[in-house]
């Protein structure tokens, strides 16, 4: 592809796969080069809960999000999603994966050479998240029921607690002058003792005969 350059790209559009939300439903595109601090801004905006006036008191509205992305945002899409359950709980979580369609077209670096224009065609991979308040269907493919990601946060800190109270296994001291020293004195120890044998032993008279 070294005689051409890219001219233009055109990504097919893909339809929320999620039927019966609200019309209104925010839904978040999540992009390679998007800052995380700037969709969780957004995010959390949405979906965590504000104090209600007086007069509107009584049964809370539902509260729901779709996160979409494709290629290499999908997991940023993915970490973001799971930020937001963390701050906010009792959230439940649909998921589908479909992919997206995204055409591509070369032009010949020189027109005059006799090339062909170039239309490529890919297939990136792409995913919707819907996070909402409400109840759903605990029969449908890609469901998470609200509070699982609470329980795997909490059995992972139980298990770090567990691990900090037994404390770390003491270190086992080496012995200065283990083996040289020992071996140089007990050397030494041997040598005493012989010395010793030698000193303290009694020679034998030879018998008188007689004068």
Not at 73 to 97: D, N, P, S, Y
Not at 107 to 117: C, F, H, T, Y
Not at 136 to 164: F, H, I, K, N
């Given at each position: 592809?070294?005689?051409?350059?890219?001219?233009?790209?055109?990504?097919?559009?893909?339809?929320?796969?999620?039927?019966?939300?609200?019309?209104?439903?925010?839904?978040?595109?999540?992009?390679?080069?998007?800052?995380?601090?700037?969709?969780?801004?957004?995010?959390?905006?949405?979906?965590?809960?504000?104090?209600?006036?007086?007069?509107?008191?009584?049964?809370?509205?539902?509260?729901?999000?779709?996160?979409?992305?494709?290629?290499?945002?999908?997991?940023?899409?993915?970490?973001?999603?799971?930020?937001?359950?963390?701050?906010?709980?009792?959230?439940?979580?649909?998921?589908?994966?479909?992919?997206?369609?995204?055409?591509?077209?070369?032009?010949?670096?020189?027109?005059?050479?006799?090339?062909d224009?170039?239309?490529?065609?890919?297939?990136?991979?792409?995913?919707?998240?819907?996070?909402?308040?409400?109840?759903?269907?605990?029969?449908?493919?890609?469901?998470?029921?609200?509070?699982?990601?609470?329980?795997?946060?909490?059995?992972?800190?139980s298990?770090?607690?567990?691990?900090?109270?037994?404390?770390?296994?003491?270190?086992?001291?080496?012995?200065?002058?283990?083996?040289?020293?020992?071996?140089?004195?007990g050397g030494?120890?041997?040598?005493?003792?012989?010395?010793?044998?030698?000193?303290?032993?009694?020679?034998?008279?030879?018998?008188?005969?007689?004068?």
């Amino acid at each position: 592809m070294e005689n051409y350059s890219k001219a233009r790209t055109v990504e097919s559009a893909c339809e929320c796969p999620f039927s019966g939300i609200p019309a209104d439903t925010p839904q978040i595109l999540v992009k390679d080069g998007s800052k995380i601090r700037n969709l969780l801004r957004f995010a959390l905006s949405r979906m965590e809960a504000k104090p209600r006036p007086p007069e509107e008191e009584g049964e809370e509205a539902s509260r729901q999000l779709v996160f979409t992305a494709s290629g290499k945002g999908v997991a940023k899409a993915i970490t973001c999603v799971e930020m937001v359950k963390r701050r906010v709980k009792g959230l439940h979580q649909l998921t589908r994966l479909a992919y997206r369609t995204v055409v591509e077209v070369w032009e010949p670096l020189e027109p005059d050479a006799g090339l062909d224009s170039l239309t490529v065609n890919r297939n990136l991979p792409a995913i919707w998240i819907l996070l909402t308040t409400a109840p759903l269907d605990p029969e449908q493919p890609g469901y998470q029921p609200a509070g699982r990601y609470d329980t795997l946060w909490a059995l992972g800190a139980s298990r770090e607690v567990g691990g900090a109270s037994s404390g770390p296994r003491p270190a086992h001291r080496r012995k200065r002058g283990g083996g040289g020293g020992g071996g140089g004195g007990g050397g030494a120890g041997s040598a005493r003792g012989r010395t010793g044998g030698r000193n303290t032993g009694r020679t034998r008279e030879a018998p008188k005969g007689p004068s």
